[in-house]
């Protein structure tokens, strides 16, 4: 079995930053990749940002260039750094790890951009 753990959300000011983290663990024998979703009010799910075991990144077009997704594959973990936040923002942040072709998702981390 595998748990997908994120932590790091809150109520942040417009322009401000949050870092999320996303721990995989359990039993894994390697993770091939782990992304960071968010649904908003409202909204479908949908996919900010993913990177591989090997590194390679990919972003919505919504948050390139202020959103950075890192990983420290010793830990099984990801981390989602989020600068100059904006309204839009707000959503519900999720994770999931790719497990040998099975996607683990996490609770959710509730992300709050507001004055």
């Known amino acids: 079995q595998v748990q997908v753990v994120e932590s790091g959300g809150g109520l942040v000011q417009p322009g401000g930053s949050l870092r999320l983290s996303c721990a995989a663990s359990?039993?894994?024998?390697?993770?091939?990749?782990m992304g960071w979703y968010r649904q908003g009010p409202g909204k479908q799910r949908e996919l900010i940002a993913r990177i591989t075991a090997g590194g390679s990144t990919n972003y919505a077009d919504s948050v390139k260039g202020r959103f950075t997704i890192t990983r420290d594959n010793a830990k099984n973990t990801v981390y989602l750094q989020m600068n100059a936040l904006k309204p839009e923002d707000t959503a519900v942040y999720y994770c999931n790890a790719d497990v040998l072709a099975t996607v683990y998702w996490g609770q959710g981390t509730q992300v709050t951009v507001s004055s």
């Open positions: 359990g039993n894994i024998a390697s993770v091939y990749a």
